[in-house]
Nanobody, 121 residues
C-alpha cells in the first residue's frame, strides 16, 4: 500500500493551496479513517484534519473555518483545501490512512512521504 501526496508549495499569507493524497496497491480493500497531519520545524507532528469513511470530519482549532478535508471512497483519495493560509501553517504535511487489507478486516496504518507547505508573510 502506498499513499502519495501532491499539491504542496509556497504561497503568500492569505493564499490558498490544495493538497491531495492517493492510496494505491492491490492490498487496499477499503480505507476507514483518513487524515492530514503536519510537522513544523522543531515541533511535534499534529493532527490537522480527519475524515471518516462516512464523511464525518474533525479539525484542529487553528484551522477550523479555513481548511476543508474531503475524500472519494471509490478512488481512495483525500484532499485538503487550505484557504487563508498563515505563516504558522508552514510545515510538512502528511497523509495518513487506516487501510483495510483483506475481507477479514485486518488493517494497517499508512503514511505518505510528506509534502512541504511554506507560507510567507
Amino acid at each position: 500500500v502506498q499513499l502519495v501526496e501532491s499539491g504542496g508549495g509556497s504561497v503568500q499569507a492569505g493564499g490558498s493551496l490544495r493538497l491531495s493524497c492517493a492510496a494505491s496497491g492491490r492490498e487496499v480493500h477499503s480505507i476507514t479513517t483518513m487524515g492530514w497531519y503536519r510537522q513544523a520545524s522543531g515541533k511535534q507532528r499534529e493532527l490537522v484534519a480527519q475524515i471518516s469513511s462516512g464523511g464525518s470530519t474533525t479539525y484542529v482549532d487553528s484551522v477550523e473555518g479555513r481548511f476543508t478535508v474531503s475524500r472519494d471512497n471509490y478512488r481512495n483519495t483525500m484532499t485538503l483545501q487550505m484557504n487563508a493560509l498563515q505563516p504558522e501553517d508552514t510545515a510538512v504535511y502528511y497523509c495518513n490512512a487506516r487501510v483495510v487489507v483483506n475481507i477479514e478486516g485486518s488493517s494497517v496504518e499508512e503514511w505518505g512521504q510528506g509534502t512541504l507547505v511554506t507560507v510567507s508573510s
